[in-house]
């Protein structure tokens, strides 16, 4: 059984920073693509920063240069590091692989930043 677990959410103030987490059971993460998206009340959910198998990295324009997506292969997690956050940033983030034709997701985190 596939399962991704976030953790790291919190509230701070804009400027501030996190680091998501996304510990993965039953699937591994460093032979699949895993992407880190976010839904903000009333919006549509959207992708915010990919990590290939080969850890190519692409990200959204609103959080390049600010957030970070990395990949610990013995722990079989990835991150999200935040900085410079903004209010806009503002959302549910979720972690995301593929796997055997199906995808999976976690439950999601609650970042909140401060103005």
């Known amino acids: 059984q596939v399962e991704l677990v976030e953790s790291g959410g919190g509230l701070v103030q804009a400027g501030g920073s996190l680091r998501l987490s996304c510990a993965a059971s039953?699937?591994?993460?460093?032979?699949?693509?895993v992407g880190w998206y976010r839904q903000a009340p009333g919006k549509q959910r959207e992708l915010v920063a990919q990590?290939?198998?080969?850890?190519?990295?692409t990200y959204a324009d609103s959080v390049r240069g600010r957030f970070t997506i990395s990949r610990d292969n013995p722990k079989n997690t990835v991150y999200l590091q935040m900085n410079s956050l903004k209010p806009e940033d503002t959302a549910v983030y979720y972690c995301?692989?593929?796997?055997?034709?199906?995808?999976?997701w976690g439950q999601g985190t609650q970042v909140t930043v401060s103005s």
């Open positions: 990590v290939m198998s080969g850890a190519t990295t």
């Open positions: 039953g699937i591994i993460f460093s032979i699949n693509a």
């Open positions: 995301k692989t593929c796997g055997r034709g199906y995808a999976y």
